[in-house]
């Protein structure tokens, strides 16, 4: 069996990859509560003969499947969390199929599923006997609140495995070599006293106050942090009435920056910040540490292998009706130049007048840090990762948008399946090559060799809790 083989075992698969990943996106559930969704990608992984082991890091649905034995140990992540409020019909306009209800903003009814069908087609490969060696599956919870990843990696999932391989569902296809922004999540909860606003202010400590000085407190670093850093904050509780002096209030943050120790200094200041408000209010603050993310770190040995099964592929077919259908989804978009400007000129014009941009980009990346945040940077920053994107959206398509859902749940299957093959013939050639997994571990510990791997999530804390907002 021939890697070409590999592919062709991916195809025969699609219908059930794609009723799969359909099954998923109509029954959208948020992170930790994804029960039905992970059964669901359990019992196509058992079906196939992988063993798979269900509750891993105290998470229930969070899951590792293996098949074949011996090194290499390649990995597969998957992710099938969805998103509040994104609930959206298959339409070129904003329709809800129930208002308020979760929707597939991020794609991840197609990122689990197109893993799940690149562990199939080199599992095939490892039961032929044409390569040798172990894939595994990792089923990731929650990655929408950066808690799956690092509870796993803290239970010791990631410690026997030589490299993993990832994709993301977006507007473009090809390897990525870019990265992110490093991230923590924090509760800031201030404690007053309470009084009677309008008889006995006095008598009162506003803890919404201390809320409110903080926050304008935080406007003032903005100054003096970097470029690329973002400092994004939502009021959970701001009292329950105006007549009275507000005994409980309390602020939740997210801090970015392009790595892990901008993010720590970030959030020092910050906390500075939250003990100074609560000194000029006379009141007491609870700081609760949430989570953290560590930025991308990419590895172009990796990247290297997925551009070339991209290019071997030649990106993948749409009907007309998807292509159709998606530039129609795409005019909802408004103005899009600035995002088909990121990619190279030779790709321009046939992103400007195409839905779906389906063939393959070259890495561009190289110096452009993401302004999102994922746990999987800190699996990048524990084993070597290489990454990809697919075309499952409209070009220009910003992830949590209902176009994002719309698109995920319709012509982003195409995408799903070409990226299994691309997966699939990425792990055959790794399990074919060891030199190429050397190769990926000698440039990631390169790498990581100033760096020693610390735990973004509190010590001894459950992840139900860490969660739990």
């Not at 701001?238 to 392009?258: F, H, L, T």
């Not at 050397?438 to 999530?457: M, N």
């Amino acid at each position: 069996m021939s890697k070409e083989a590999a592919f062709e075992a991916v195809e025969a698969e699609r219908d059930h990859l794609v009723e799969t990943a359909l099954e998923l996106w109509e029954n959208p559930e948020l992170g930790l509560a994804e029960y039905e969704s992970a059964a669901l990608l359990q019992d196509a992984l058992t079906e196939a003969g992988f063993e798979v082991e269900t509750g891993v890091a105290g998470i229930e649905t969070a899951f590792v499947a293996r098949y074949g034995e011996g090194d290499p140990t390649i990995g597969l992540l998957g992710e099938f969390d969805a998103l509040p409020d994104l609930s959206q019909r298959v339409a070129t306009e904003r329709e809800p199929v129930e208002a308020g209800a979760p929707g597939h903003g991020c794609g991840h009814n197609l990122f689990g599923v197109g893993s799940l069908g690149a562990a199939m087609g080199v599992k095939r490969a490892v039961e032929r006997g044409d390569v040798s060696g172990t894939v595994v599956y990792f089923g990731t919870p929650a990655e929408e609140t950066l808690v799956g990843k690092p509870f796993m990696i803290r239970a010791g999932a990631f410690d026997d495995v030589d490299a993993v391989l990832s994709w993301h569902p977006g507007w473009y296809t090809g390897a990525s070599v870019g990265s992110c922004l490093a991230m923590n999540s924090l509760q800031f909860a201030f404690e007053g006293e309470a009084s009677h606003a309008g008889s006995a202010p006095e008598a009162g400590r506003s803890a919404l106050d201390a809320v409110q000085l903080m926050n304008v407190g935080v406007e003032f670093t903005r100054e003096h942090v970097p470029d690329e850093a973002r400092i994004h904050y939502a009021v959970e509780n701001a009292g329950a009435a105006p007549n009275v002096v507000d005994p409980e209030a309390s602020v939740w943050y997210y801090v970015r920056a392009p790595d892990r120790e901008t993010v720590e200094e970030m959030t020092d200041w910050i906390r500075d910040v939250a003990r100074g408000a609560a000194l000029m209010t006379r009141t007491d603050v609870d700081v609760d540490f949430r989570a953290g993310t560590y930025e991308v770190l990419a590895n172009h040995t990796l990247a290297d292998v997925i551009d070339e099964n991209m290019q071997t592929l030649g990106g993948f077919e749409v009907s007309e009706d998807d292509e159709a259908f998606a530039r129609e989804l795409k005019e909802t978009l408004g103005d899009v130049s600035d995002q088909i400007g990121t990619l190279p000129e030779g790709y321009r014009s046939t992103a400007r007048r195409r839905g779906l941009l389906t063939e393959p980009v070259p890495p561009f990346d190289e110096d452009v840090i993401g302004t999102y945040s994922t746990d999987s940077g800190n699996v990048s920053q524990v084993v070597p990762v290489g990454r990809c994107r697919a075309a499952t959206w409209p070009v220009g398509t910003p992830a949590h948008s209902w176009q994002a859902v719309a698109a995920s749940g319709s012509v982003g299957v195409n995408a799903a399946v070409f990226v299994a093959k691309a997966l699939a013939g990425s792990a055959y050639d790794l399990m074919a090559d060891p030199d190429l997994v050397a190769a990926a571990r000698e440039e990631f510990e390169t790498a990581t060799a100033d760096r020693d791997y610390q735990d973004t999530v509190p010590e001894d804390s459950d992840p139900y809790e860490t969660a739990d907002h």
